[in-house]
């Protein structure tokens, strides 16, 4: 077969190791589920925080607040190796976290020897009491479910206070024990004030950690102001350190996990980079030197799309289990692994913003609708489908593009002027481009906001109140 007659699956690669979801109470202990993890700066700035405040105060209850797919479970898992009783996984977590031996997360989390005790427990639709007890079992051996009335609380208390180092107890998913007191009437959730209050008054080293996709009285939305407002209380007893990836560290990772197996001439994709680059650089001047390098990486990704992929993710609608390399290997009609499986290896074929708006459209319509951005969503679509009703495919493209651009702009430091439009459409000179751009804006599809140097959807109305109002006139003379 010629490379022509070839697709783009068969000279890219999306790495697995970002797709793997990590389980924390199975994957504890296991050097292989630490493979090819990057904490990125905004992981070590988190574990940072709580050093800090594990060395300064007696906080001793934190919770980690992101989108699904930021990673936290994997720095999760980083920081119960870190100081497990397995002195190959210390070292490992030591060499990932790359940090000068006098670091204040060393100080925090230091461990020797035996190490500390590590209680990883996975949030279920059942007792959060029920779920600690089978994880204790299991950890320390000792026989807990057949005892009547169970103090979990002082039996953490006790495990603390023997091992001299600490006892880490880190709830995943931990909103699925909230969902189920939100629908359990039986479950208390003051459990966690008094889990917090204890970590703090032990005079041994018990620190708990909860992972978290949204606050605490998010999850009791269907319950009256009042519960809400004590659910919030209780998060008051915890630190809440949001975890959520800057946008460039969004782009490294994007980049490690597309594999290019075949060296292609690669010069219209650079040139899109550097456009790209040099749009996000002008109005964040603190962007990275060398972008224009990170965005070609992740080709055959159009490096507008991997700006967007990190604000999108961060979005109402994107908090599903579908994370941004989810995406990337996911099946879904319009999606980038049919987009690799149908067209043909060439150094100009991207995945366009234009694909990303079909994407996006096909698969996840309903929840954006939902969303807080469902209303900018509509008016995008009708200026898409007016496009499309008066022009050519290249009118079509570019409303798309914009579109797409101007609702995750903010998040990316990226706006649909001229440069950026003409790198986003396919092999089309800049002169048809603009004299397109020209039609859109002319027929009241497309505005241009002169301020930002740059083009945006026209979210006015159809009706020609100019010409209404000539009528009248007309009529009344």
Known sequence: MSTQEKTLSSVIEIS?????SIQIDDDFGREDALSGYVCQGTARSLLESMAQQLIETKQ???????PYGGGKSSLALMLCSL???NQKLRDRAKTILSLPADSLIYKAFDSKGAGWTVLPVVGKRSSVCDQIIAALEKRTGTVLSKKKNVDVIAELVSIAETNKQGLLLIIDELGKFLENAALDSTEDIYFFQQLAEAASRT???????GILHQPFEAYASALGRQTRDDWGKIQGRYIDIPLVAATDEVIELIGQSVNHTTKLDLSTAEQACRVIAANIKKRRPAAPKDLANSLLACWPLHPAITALLGPISRRKFGQNERSIFGFLASRERLGFSEFLLTQSVSGDAMYRPANYWDYLR?????????????????????SVERAEAKGSSLHVDIAKSVALIEMFRSGAALAADIDTIVCSVKSVNRDAVKQALDELVAWKILIERKH???YGVFAGSDFDIEGAI???????V
């Open 362 to 382: 096909a698969n996840s319509e309903p929840a954006i609708l939902a969303s807080p951005d469902g209303h900018r969503w509509a008016q995008s679509v009708d």
């Open 60 to 66: 001793r209850a934190f919770t980690w607040t992101g």
């Open 83 to 85: 100081v497990g009783q």
């Open 203 to 209: 005079k041994g080293n018990l620190v708990v950690v």
């Open 470 to 476: 000539n009528a009248v006139r007309l009529q009344m």
């Open 452 to 454: 930002l140097d740059a």
């Open 16 to 20: 697995r190791k970002f797709l793997r």
